[in-house]
Structure formats: C-alpha cells, structure tokens
C-alpha cells in the first residue's frame, strides 16, 4: 500500500495529465480556427461610374454596354461579377478575392468603329493593413488619339476600408458600398476620361469561405438529384445508349433588360426559382434533360428541369417551366409552359418562346459532349404573347447555351458561382458603413463559438493550477507540524 508521500506524487501526476489532455483537446480547435481559409464563390457588385454609364446610353454618345463571361447586371446600374476565387487570413485580416466576367462599354460611332470603347473585366478586391484596392483587366481606346491599351490588373480603384474589422471571419465574407476613388493608373487606363481621385460607384462584395485543410463547399444541387422531390434519376455506366442524352443544360437570361426591369424602380420585384432551376447571375440554367440525339441527322430534342417566376408592381407575374429545346434543319426553337397572370396575361403550353442557330456540324460531340455557347436567339410570335406584348416578334433576346453529355464521362460547363448569399435585388438604397459578416465582434454564435471555447478551456486550465497549488500548499504545511516530525 502506498505512503502519503507516494500518494500526494500520484496524485499531482493525475492532475497534471488531465490538465495536459484537456489543453491538448482544446489547443487544435483554436488552431482550426486561425487556419487560413480559400475564397471559393461569391459576387461583386458594382457600377463601375452611374454618370459615365449614362453618359454612354445618352444622346452624347449613343452607345451601349454589352456584357462578357457570364457578368450580369442587378438592378439598374449595377454589374454582377461572379465566381470569386481567392484567399483570406482570420488572423491578419488580408483577403484577396478575383472575380469573373467583363463590361464593354462603347459610344460615337464612327464608320464601323466607335471613338469610345473601354473594357472592364476580372475585378479583384485586396485588404490588407486598413487598406483596399480593387485592380482589373482593362482595355481602353484613348481619347482624342485612339491609340489601344491593354493593362491586365490595372490597380484601378481604391476602396475605404476605415473602420473595418477584418480579422476572424468565418464567412461568408460581406463588405457593403465600399467606397471607391480612380487611382492615378486607373485614370490612365480609363482611357483619360476622368482624373485621378474622382470619386466611382460604391463597391459591394460577398465570398464564400472553405478551409484549406481539405474541406469543399457542398454543390449547390448534387448530381443526378431532383432537389424537387427528393428522387435522384438512375445513370448508365460508361457510354450511353445509343441516340440516347445521359444529362443536358440549357442557360438562358431571357433577356437582360427585362431582369433590369424586374428588379428596378419600376416593377421593384424579384425572381423565385424552383423544380431545380439554377441562378447563373445573366442566366437561368435548366438542368436535367432527358432526350435523344442524332450526330447523322444533326437533330436533338430534350426536356428540362426547373421554373423561373418573376414578379412585381403593375401585375407583373410571369412564370416560365417545362422547358423544353427541339434542333433540327439547322434552327434550334426552345418552347415552354407559360403562366402570366398580368393585364395581358397568357396560359400557353409547349408555347415556341425562341429561336436560335444551329448550323450543320456545330452539334458535333466533342469529349463526349455537344455543345453551343451563346447564340443569338430571337423572339417568337408565341413568344411575344407570352411576355404581354411588351417586346415583338423578332426582338432579339438573351443568347443561348445548351450542354449535352452523351456519356457518363462528360462533364457539364460549371454555372457562374453567386456564392451562398447571392440573391436578385438592386443592393442597398442607402449608404452605409461596411461591416464584415460572422467576424469575431459578430453576435452571431457560430462565429464566437472558437473563441469561448478556447477562453473557457484557459479559465478551466488556470482554475485547475490555483486549485492544485492550494491544495500543495495546505498539504506541505501540514507536513510541518511536530507531529509527523
């Protein structure tokens, strides 16, 4: 049986070893969080310069702004960037987010040129040390000589990044009316038509966050799966049979004024989509089609998943579904089941909404897949009624892109990445000071739950060693007494 003496050690090694193994559990967790984290998803708002916008569309100029790579327009007056890629540090607060798409603005038309002729594209937003820059590719026709600039990842604009804090974030990441001034090259390279330190369009921005260590963000609709109701559709191994589609996609805008319109002053409204329907930002992908194919006679029909439904003020209810694309003769003509329940409104079924070219041999598989990339397409006379006679027949609207996978091995384009907070409205009327989402002053739990933890853990650690150093104390001054001399 043990002495006292040999007890008391015995003792002391068991709280030591416990106090080891609770700061062992603990330390990694605080570790996780400080781990430097990937920018995978998101979109960046912006206008780029209201006046310089109007500027162009006006009588002035008379020109117009097209957009590039999937960028799309909110609103009025703001574009959409998307599929932010990039990185963040919780503990230092740097982050650099890159984003895709491009706006070609173009006016005084002369011949078959314009005088005027800039393009912005790939913004990149970087915070660090307080402060922000937003950089971006940027081709430009000078004024007055029309010599032609092309400057990838000009330092365009700098951004107000005061009173932020950037550190701790778990995500998503959201910086709300940043605001922007032109920088000394980004007046350069805005083709001379503004100064340095002239002030632009507040910047608005939200990312998605993974960590490093491994972790992905989920897709947003797992392959296969109806997220409609629950059911995932059965897929062939290898190749497929033969004339038979083993998964398609269909991406179409409808048409970027009518989305302006929905979301503007006027209508104020929104768009809900359903039944699996995806949000590209410019485009409304329709995923899941079933169908047949034909390489001989350069024929393809299939049907497709999802619904869109717009809606706003002045009646404005329109939804469109069971999607539905027929190429044959060199035309494609995709229909669908119309319900507007507007003054003029219409309940057509299988109703030709559009048109598009599909010249001979453009439907020819490649990898496995057949594809067309942003056709032009243009209003029917169905087409027409269905949208209460508001554009007409022969109006061109959005362009087209159709995906076919012949085998399991093809692999559909990937939709632009909106990331997780992404929705269709116009942003904040209202200027506001930027905030960074889930950072660690959040309220929001989740955000803090590292933190406390980690907190608790150093009051639990320190708690332990005062009371393990009293006990010693009382201990060792009881084995002075002449008793146990």
Do not use: C
């Not at 995500?171 to 632009?200: D, E, M, V, W």
């Not at 002053?441 to 005062?466: C, K, M, T, W, Y």
């Amino acid at each position: 049986m043990p002495s006292s003496g040999q007890a008391r050690a015995i003792g002391r090694t068991a709280v030591v070893a416990a106090l080891t193994a609770l700061a062992a559990a603990l330390l990694p967790a605080a570790a996780a969080h400080a781990e430097d984290r990937t920018v995978q998803g998101g979109r960046l708002d912006w206008g780029i310069k209201s006046s310089f916008q109007s500027y162009v569309t006006g009588p002035i100029a008379r020109g117009s702004s097209t957009l590039r790579g999937g960028a799309a327009t909110v609103g009025g007056s703001q574009f959409r960037f998307h599929s932010a890629k990039g990185s963040y540090d919780p503990d230092g607060g740097a982050f650099s987010a890159g984003f895709s798409g491009g706006v070609r603005f173009t006016g005084h038309k002369k011949g078959g040129s314009y005088e005027l002729d800039l393009t912005i594209s790939r913004p990149t937003v970087r915070v660090s040390g307080g402060s922000g820059t937003l950089y971006a590719d940027m081709v430009s026709k000078e004024k007055g000589t029309g010599k032609v600039t092309s400057t990838p990842q000009v330092p365009l604009a700098s951004l107000d990044v005061s009173g932020i804090d950037m550190k701790g974030g778990t995500g998503p990441i959201a910086l709300n009316n940043l605001p922007a001034k032109l920088t000394s090259q980004g007046a350069r390279a805005f083709a001379g038509y503004y100064t340095a330190g002239t002030a632009l369009d507040p910047v608005s921005l939200s990312t998605d966050l993974v960590a490093k260590s491994g972790d992905t963000k989920p897709s947003r609709e797992p392959a296969g799966k109806d997220p409609s109701d629950g059911k995932s559709k059965s897929k062939s191994k290898g190749k497929g049979e033969a004339g038979r589609i083993e998964d398609a996609a269909v991406d179409w805008g409808v048409r970027r004024t009518f989305r302006e319109y929905v979301t503007g002053s006027i209508a104020k409204g929104e768009w809900k989509l359903s039944a699996g329907a995806q949000d590209g930002g410019a485009l409304f992908r329709f995923p899941r089609g079933e169908g047949t194919y034909d390489e001989k006679k350069q024929t393809l029909a299939a049907d497709f998943a999802g619904a869109v439904r717009f809606t706003g003020e002045h009646g404005l209810d329109l939804t469109l579904s069971e999607v539905a694309v027929d190429v044959r003769d060199g035309k494609g003509t995709l229909s669908a089941d119309v319900d507007s329940k507007g003054g003029r409104g219409a309940t057509l079924k299988k109703a030709p909404l559009i048109t598009f070219p599909a010249a001979e041999g453009e439907l020819k598989p490649k990898d496995g897949l057949v594809s067309l990339a942003e056709v032009p397409s243009k209003l029917t006379a169905e087409g027409a009624k269905a949208f209460g006679g508001m554009y007409k027949a022969g109006s061109a609207m959005d362009p087209l892109s159709l995906a076919v996978a012949l085998d399991d091995g093809a692999r559909l384009p990937a939709l632009p990445d909106l990331g997780s907070s992404a929705k269709p409205d116009a942003g904040p009327e209202h200027a506001e000071r930027p905030k960074t989402e889930n950072a660690a002053r959040s309220s929001d739990s989740s955000s803090n739950a590292v933190p406390i933890g980690v907190g608790a853990g150093v009051a639990v650690l320190l708690a332990a060693a005062v009371a393990f150093g009293v006990v010693r104390k009382k201990r060792a001054a009881s084995s002075t007494t002449p008793d146990e001399s």
